[in-house]
């Protein structure tokens, strides 16, 4: 006899709110900067505005919003500089991780093909929230192998400052094919064990983007 799948929960109001506003700002659909309307977000959301506070905190303590006093929550604006830096935070750390990932061999290109394909298959249907999230498994799933988990969460959390960037990429079809590209010449390199080849095509993905972002805020975006 099979031993029944334990049930999954459901999602309590302060999950589904996080999971829906996150979301929203991800898939930029609420856009850097713009204001979260509470009473507005409670009502099409079905609840009450207390799960709603407690998911803003959350959000806020991901810097995906922001709180100004008297005028509410907003979506998290960075300026083009704010944004460069973050990305160059990154290619530092991130360099290290997979450093550190493929000293083990290649025990993670089996995990790291089969995100890619996910990411491939979002990038076919155009949806750009579901691809920015395979994307970032992607790119996770190689960091993670690193065993470095204080690096993995410093990485996550310059992520979680970019991500509402990031659909604005995406949202570009040209955009979506650069990734793939550059996906793929990424995993050969790991499987032919250049991992320098790697962190290097790894940089040049990280510098398209930013420069498609320049192109697409232009010079006073967040100022």
């Not at 099409?44 to 919003?65: F, I, Y």
């Not at 990734?179 to 991992?195: F, I, M, P, Q």
Request: net charge negative; charged share 30%; proline share 3%.
């Amino acid at each position: 006899m099979t031993t029944p799948a334990p049930r999954r929960r459901p999602p309590t109001a302060q999950q589904f709110v996080l999971e829906e506003l996150r979301r929203a700002i991800t898939s930029g659909e609420i856009k850097p900067g713009m204001p979260i309307r509470q009473d507005a977000l409670a009502e099409q959301l079905g609840v009450s505005r207390v799960p709603l506070r407690e998911a803003l905190k959350t959000l806020e303590g991901e810097s995906l919003v922001v709180h100004h006093a008297h005028r509410g929550y907003f979506v998290a604006e960075l300026s083009l500089a704010e944004l460069r830096e973050v990305y160059r935070i990154r290619e530092i750390l991130e360099a290290e991780a997979v450093r550190e990932a493929m000293r083990g061999g290649g025990a993670v290109l089996g995990a790291l093909e089969e995100a890619q394909e996910e990411v491939e298959a979002q990038a076919a249907a155009a949806d750009v929230a579901a691809m920015a999230a395979a994307n970032r498994r992607f790119h996770f799933v190689l960091f993670e192998a690193s065993g470095m988990h204080r690096l993995v969460r410093l990485i996550a959390t310059l992520w979680d400052a970019t991500d509402a960037y990031r659909s604005l990429y995406y949202a570009d079809s040209i955009s979506r094919e650069h990734v793939l590209v550059e996906h793929r010449a990424v995993l050969d390199a790991l499987r032919e064990g250049r991992t320098e080849d790697a962190v290097r095509l790894l940089d040049g993905h990280r510098e398209h983007a930013v420069a498609a972002l320049e192109g697409l805020l232009g010079e006073g975006a967040g100022a």
